[in-house]
């Protein structure tokens, strides 16, 4: 179950609450009993490293991959003649 923090719009007290997704939110400060709202914190996502699409990492070995096989398949066609 998700905790989710309220504020009340009064008097400014903060509180936390462990509910479930179905639950209705809460109306009401615990301390004064005026209207609260739900308080929203953007999700904790950390990325390390220096980027990440297929473009920003360094593919090992594809550019002397495909200069070793262009090559051998010269050397391979020279042969045979």
Same mark, same amino acid.
């Given at each position: 179950?998700?905790?989710?923090? %309220?504020e009340?719009? =009064?008097?400014? @007290?903060?509180? *936390?609450?462990? @509910?479930?997704? $179905?639950? *209705?939110?809460?109306?009401?400060?615990?301390?004064? &009993?005026?209207a609260?709202?739900?308080?929203?914190?953007?999700?904790?996502?950390?990325?390390?490293?220096? &980027?990440?699409?297929?473009?920003? %990492?360094?593919?090992?070995? $594809?550019?002397?991959?495909k200069? *070793?096989?262009?090559? *051998? =398949?010269? $050397?391979?066609?020279?042969?045979?003649?």
């Open positions: 179950m998700p905790i989710y923090e %309220y009340c719009t =009064t008097c400014g @007290q903060r509180f *936390e609450v462990k @509910q479930r997704f $179905s639950d *209705e939110p809460v109306a009401s400060c615990p301390s004064c &009993g005026n609260v709202r739900r308080l929203l914190y953007p999700a904790g996502i950390i990325f390390k490293g220096s &980027g990440f699409y297929i473009t920003d %990492y360094k593919r090992s070995g $594809s550019s002397n991959g200069s *070793e096989s262009s090559s *051998e =398949t010269v $050397s391979s066609s020279s042969k045979d003649d």
